[in-house]
């Protein structure tokens, strides 16, 4: 079973998700409509099935809410892929919107390393920062053990940046995490 279900509670967020790797449904509540969207295209992108629910404290802003729920997605992804036995482990995917072009290229070999290279031009697409996309996907690869590579390699409106990059890692995660095979994909024999 490639799944996992997790609660994390602090001072600032109260976090629910469930995950599955291989499909199910897909129910978004975070409290901040712009980040639901794009969790929402990360699972239906990646094939996921994915239920989160957030209470964070948006009286402050939308911070530690987007951030928490990128650490509790990077340990379900570490939980659902287990050892790695099997899966393709590596892929890279670009996703056009409109005028924008992203790109990611991931490792799921278990070492956290974002590399991220984005500009937006705005503050805030409705209630959620534009500088938390690298924080989200910060907080991901760092809990998941995820090599992550992301860029926008040009693009105007930040909607469809921030969107084609969400996508471009849901794609990549699907390809990477598939299983293809019964050994670790690596020289070592573990990952």
Known sequence: MRTAELT???????????????????????????????????????????????????????????????????QALAQAIGDRRGITRFADCRIP????????????????????????ENPAIGAYDTCMTEEFFRAVSANAGLTLHLCVEYGKNDHHKTEALYKAF???????????GTEIPSTKGVL
Request: hydrophobic share 45%; aromatic share 4%; charged share 20%.
């Open 97 to 120: 919107m409109d005028e924008a072009l992203a790109s990611c290229v991931l490792d799921i070999g278990g070492r956290a390393y974002l590399h991220f290279d984005a500009a937006f």
């Open 8 to 74: 994390r509670t602090t001072r600032e967020t109260d976090i629910a998700l469930s995950l599955s790797l291989d499909g199910g449904s897909v129910e978004i509540d975070t409290g901040i409509g712009f980040f639901d969207h794009m969790l929402t295209a990360l699972a239906v992108h990646g094939g996921l099935g994915l239920t989160v629910r957030v209470r964070g404290d948006l009286h402050v802003d939308c911070h530690h809410t987007i951030e928490d729920t990128g650490i509790v997605l990077g």
């Open 170 to 180: 849901a794609r990549a995660l699907k390809c990477a995490a598939a299983v293809t």
